[in-house]
């Protein structure tokens, strides 16, 4: 065009000429006329083709085309696709768009062309000094037929093409039939866009749209939607995200899925997914009886648009997205975990994504209320998918149906259910069960029916950020009344505390009385190989022991759950290595009993060990005091291997008898004290329970078995093997004196026998003999007596490492037991380590200053 805007006619011309050269071949002036001709009749086909107009983009054009030869055959239609899927790989869009005008003019001439053609000669330049395209086709001239634009359509298409003739028209009445045809055609296009997007919203494929199989999600077809403007398609891929939501919701409702969510819990979910695609539904159903009636109606006013289905599907598209955003947050957990997942959501920022999540989490929260509502009123669990956060253990046996029957299940504990919350309930439940199977009372639990009540009205109660619900007071409740029934029963008819504390006086030997008598009467049957003891015959002493040390005439009633208990002997084992005392009760206090008595068991062996080593040594004292009349006549040989003796005899004695009073009194009696005033404080069995753990766990710590301790158990080892060498010792000592004192009394009463005869002494070869047994008794005294140093050397070193380990211990108690074994310092001047700071000595004066501040 010229700077006015008007058509370059002779540059038209050779175009229009070159065109049909090439369309045509030798009837290329027959179509050259018709051109002109139909060039004469819509002359907007020019004035117009480098517009901007909507009317006239490159989709619209297509679509106009595809419709016109669609009315003739398909098999133009399927021609005219493949020449223009050429043309895009040939040509630009903006050169596209005038080809395509002209083209669809070209084909719908026989609408709008007059019945006599007129031809054009654009050859001729003087008419173009008037710049009006109608000053031009004054001077064309009249032609009557349009065969060979006919002969070549056919020949490209395949079909018939039919012409019919017309006169010519006013141009700007065929402007205005061209813009009533272009928005008729525009809304034929926008119905057909709005049937596909409510296809996609169910998850349909349409003529536009194609679904991917696997993900789920909608893009253009690659033919047809082609023939849509930016505008259109881009609208049409967003209203398609409904159908790609919809999709990825409708997978988790569906039992073929790979997504589809199994248990109680699930199935609560996927009701709820339902009635929300219930709804969506309704809604798609709306859209689609409007778009029918809209088809039937024809053009109104109030037409649905894109825009305005946009509008529609605003709300259900963000409703879907968050639903399977949750959904997704849901996959593969199940039970108490799956309402955790929910309940992440519950407190978002968004009213509707609240709205949603708390409807999802009370329809997958029914399952949870049955299960509770049976467990906290009946004591029984109803979970064939393993969901409830209570796990029952069916094999367990009958002594430990209280510590291990039910236990929670702490991946299935919700997040709004908090572990005190949890622990209640698992309490209450547990203690139901245990009353009904093992104490046999089957008194219904208080408040039962206001508890099922409001869980059956209330049971979004359980997931308030408040603790002070109706239903949480109902819950501390029912908690409180039910532990106490069982602690009722276990302390007043059963006599829980009376069978603890039995415990502590035959099992820690906290009776010491019982412990003497037992130690001596044991002592030569224990001494024996274990293999040739009998339980029964050591049960007779026992029973003995209990009776005469029991201040009651009767017999007492700790004999009957008072019993021997035998460890599996090794080979040279004797029956020090196996003896055991255990105790053993029925009933309720038996499932409460099992799980300690091992811990018992490690207990006694320990302090019955040490009970042994003590009573080792007294009888060392004891016979070191009786030997010191009989060998009165070898005193001067054996005077200061004694002296020795006696030494190492009361250094060991006091580290036993410090040891064995640090344990009874601050180790067990302390601990019992404080045991004690727990229980009268516990509201639950659990409580007396957990009191009783942390009572055993101080004296295992303190009589060195933890884990934490047993460097110094080690170290007690090593002092007993002192004392056992030392008993060893002195039994061959003693020996050794017997032999030597009966030596010289045979050789004494020989003398008086020979004085009797009137011989008077003894001859040479009998003195001799006597000299070399006094010489020899001598050098075996000598050799005893670096034994008995031997042995006391090691017993230091042991008992130097021992306090060096207690002084060095982060346990308050034990650096002060290092002082009182050491009240002399002895054996601080004998280890520098004892003298190192932080160690020994400021220890003790730190002590000493906090004694002084008080």
């Known amino acids: 065009m010229n700077r006015n805007h008007q058509p370059n006619f002779p540059v038209i011309y050779e175009l229009l000429k070159q065109l049909c050269q090439n369309l045509a071949g030798d009837r290329s002036n027959d179509v050259l006329k018709e051109v002109t001709r139909l060039i004469a009749n819509k002359p907007n086909s020019i004035t117009h083709h480098g517009g901007t107009s909507a009317a006239a983009n490159e989709s619209t054009i297509v679509a106009r085309i595809n419709r016109l030869l669609a009315s003739r055959s398909q098999a133009s239609v399927n021609v005219f696709n493949g020449f223009y899927e050429e043309l895009i790989s040939m040509t630009e869009s903006k050169q596209r768009t005038p080809i395509l005008e002209f083209l669809f003019h070209l084909a719908d001439s026989d609408k709008s062309a007059s019945g006599s053609g007129l031809q054009v000669d654009l050859r001729n330049d003087a008419g173009f000094a008037s710049g009006t395209l109608d000053s031009v086709f004054s001077k064309l001239s009249v032609d009557s037929g349009i065969g060979g634009t006919q002969r070549l ?45 409510i296809y996609a919203c169910t998850g349909i494929e349409g003529k536009y749209l194609r679904k991917n199989v696997v993900s789920g999600e909608f893009k253009l077809d690659h033919i047809h939607g082609r023939n849509l403007n930016a505008c259109d398609a881009g609208m049409l891929l967003r209203l398609a995200e409904v159908g790609f939501f919809y999709n990825k919701v409708s997978r988790f409702i569906n039992p073929k899925s790979d997504s589809y969510l199994m248990g109680n819990f699930g199935q609560g979910y996927i009701t709820a997914l339902q009635q929300e695609l219930t709804n969506y539904y309704g809604l798609i159903a709306n859209l689609q009886e409007n778009l029918d009636r809209q088809r039937q109606a024809g053009d109104g006013a109030e037409r649905m648009t894109l825009m305005r289905t946009m509008v529609w599907l605003v709300e259900p598209m963000e409703r879907l997205q968050w639903l399977a955003l949750i959904s997704d947050a849901c996959r593969e957990v199940k039970g108490g975990a799956l309402a955790s997942a929910i309940h992440k959501f519950i407190w978002h920022g968004d009213p509707m994504v609240r709205s949603i999540s708390r409807e999802l989490l009370q329809s997958a929260c029914i399952p949870l209320q049955q299960m509770l509502s049976q467990w906290l009123t009946d004591g029984k669990i109803v979970d064939p998918h393993c969901e409830f956060f209570i796990e029952e253990l069916t094999d367990v046996g009958y002594n430990r149906l209280w510590h291990d029957e039910f236990r929670l299940r702490s991946s299935m504990v919700p997040s709004f259910i908090s572990d005190t919350l949890a622990k209640q309930i698992l309490v209450i439940g547990k203690s139901i069960n245990f009353l009904r199977e093992v104490c046999k009372d089957r008194e219904p639990v208080p408040e039962r029916t206001d508890l099922k009540k409001c869980l059956n009205e209330h049971l979004d109660y359980l997931y308030s950020p408040h603790s002070n619900t109706e239903l949480h007071v109902l819950i501390d409740g029912v908690y409180l009344k039910t532990s106490k029934r069982v602690l009722d029963i276990v302390l007043g008819p059963h006599q829980l505390y009376d069978h603890l504390k039995a415990m502590r006086d035959y099992l820690l030997l906290g009776l010491g009385h019982f412990a003497d008598v037992l130690m001596e009467n044991l002592k030569e049957e224990l001494d024996r190989p274990a293999k040739d003891i009998y339980q029964q015959e050591l049960f007779s002493i026992v029973a003995a022991a209990v009776r005469k040390s029991a201040d009651e005439q009767e017999e007492p009633a700790v004999l009957s759950y008072l019993d021997v208990h035998f460890l599996s002997p090794c080979e040279g084992d004797t029956g020090w290595d196996v003896f055991c005392l255990t105790y053993k009760v029925q009933g309720p206090l038996g499932t409460i009993f099992q799980p300690v008595q091992c811990t018992y068991r490690a207990l006694f062996k320990q302090l019955w060990n040490m009970k042994r080593f003590q009573f080792i040594l007294y009888g060392i004292w004891r016979n070191h005091m009786l030997s010191t009349r009989c060998f009165k006549p070898i005193a001067s040989d054996i005077g200061l291997i004694k002296q020795h003796l006696q030494s190492y005899c009361s250094k060991m004695i006091n580290i036993i008898t410090q040891m064995q009073y640090y344990i009874l009194y601050e180790v067990i009696e302390c601990s019992w004290v404080q045991f004690s005033a727990r229980v009268k404080q516990a509201k639950a069995l659990d409580d007396v329970l957990e009191a009783h753990d942390k009572f055993l766990d101080r ?105 060096y380990q207690l002084a060095v211990s982060p346990i308050e108690s034990l650096p002060q037991l290092c002082m009182r074994l050491d009240y002399n310092e002895y054996y601080k001047h004998r280890d520098e380590r004892l003298s190192v700071p932080l160690t020994f000595q400021h220890m003790r004066k730190s002590m000493a200053n906090n004694f002084a501040r008080k």
């Open 153 to 197: 359509m056919k020949s490209r298409s395949g079909g018939t093409v039919t012409g019919s003739t017309g006169s010519l028209c006013d141009s700007k009445g065929l402007v205005a039939d061209d813009a009533q045809l272009q928005i008729t055609d525009r809304n034929e296009l926008e119905d057909l866009l709005i049937q596909d997007v």
């Open 699 to 803: 004296i295992r710590t303190g009589i060195f078995l933890d884990q934490s301790t047993h460097l110094f158990s080690s170290c007690l080892e090593q002092i007993f093997s002192s004392v056992r060498k030392l008993d060893e010792w002195q039994m061959n000592f003693y020996k050794l004196c017997n032999r030597e004192l009966d030596a010289r009394k045979e050789f004494d009463e020989y003398i008086q026998s020979s004085e009797a005869k009137g011989t008077y002494g003894v001859n040479a070869e009998r003195a001799l003999e006597r000299d070399e047994a006094q010489q020899e008794f001598e050098a075996k005294l000598v050799h005893c007596q670096k034994a008995l140093i031997a042995i006391g050397v090691e017993y230091e070193n042991s008992v130097g490492h021992f306090l």
